[in-house]
């Protein structure tokens, strides 16, 4: 995958992340689901060689793919605009989890990837639909996101029937973003009981589109607004990848 240049925002170490995933540190449980990078070129501390887990967030332009990640970790790496995309290249927050100088300057890395959005015009698309199929089948988790006020589901249908694996569907967790958006707006710092109404209503439909006829599919609204469903991702992305530990 060397033809994909990734602009890492952001490096820490495990513990700067929330608790729940310091499990990961336990890297012997995981190997098999690390999958093998490089830095190019070498990091400034000396590593040439990467293992990853990478959950990755896929959606539309403007869908909320940073805002999301920023609330996942909590910090305000990735830009956001309610505007624009801005996203325009593969961008990254890094999490260490071991360091194993004896074996090729080795690092073993938890990483939260932001994809360009997709429709921003054809020709970045014919280059990102290429990121994402690579990014897929190295993906732990693919954190795939709706927006609650869309009904167009044109380019979704088009990515999951053209571009998205089948097989790889227990890795996929589907997200109704920018759910204090749907209707009837509310000015609350919570939803009312009609917009739960009506988030019960997206979710069924999202469920029940032909193109995600998978099994067990998961389906979250959740708003990095008004922190809603933040806590309830971040626990189907813990089990996603230990899901796929008992898998591989």
Not at 33 to 54: A, S
Not at 218 to 234: A, D, F, G, R
Request: with cysteine.
């Amino acid at each position: 995958m060397s033809d994909i240049t990734t602009k890492i925002l952001s490096e820490n170490d495990i513990k700067e992340l929330d608790e729940k995933f310091h499990f990961l540190k336990n890297i012997t449980q995981f190997s098999s689901i690390f999958k093998d990078w490089y830095y190019v070129p070498t990091h400034q501390h000396g590593y040439e060689k990467l293992k990853k887990i990478n959950v990755i967030f896929i959606g539309q332009t403007g869908y909320g793919k940073s805002s999301l990640i920023n609330k996942i970790i909590k910090k305000d790496v990735f830009e956001t605009s309610d505007y624009q995309s801005c996203t325009k290249s593969l961008q990254c927050a890094d999490y260490f989890l071991h360091y194993d100088k004896g074996h090729g300057n080795l690092v073993y890395v938890l990483s939260f990837v932001d994809l360009p959005g997709i429709g921003e015009n054809e020709k970045s698309d014919e280059l990102y639909l290429q990121w994402y199929q690579n990014y897929i089948s190295e993906a732990a988790v693919i954190v795939y996101l709706f927006r609650a006020d869309k009904r167009d589901h044109t380019q979704d249908e088009f990515f999951f029937k053209n571009v998205f694996n089948k097989n790889l569907s227990v890795k996929l967790i589907c997200v109704i973003a920018q759910s204090d958006k749907v209707e009837p707006l509310s000015r609350g710092s919570e939803l009312s009981n009609e917009q739960k109404r009506n988030l019960e209503i997206k979710e069924l439909e999202i469920k029940n589109k032909p193109f995600l006829a998978f099994n067990d599919l998961p389906v979250i609204h959740v708003s990095s607004h008004l922190n809603i469903n933040v806590e309830k991702l971040k626990d189907e992305i813990i089990k996603k990848i230990n899901s796929m530990k008992e898998i591989s």
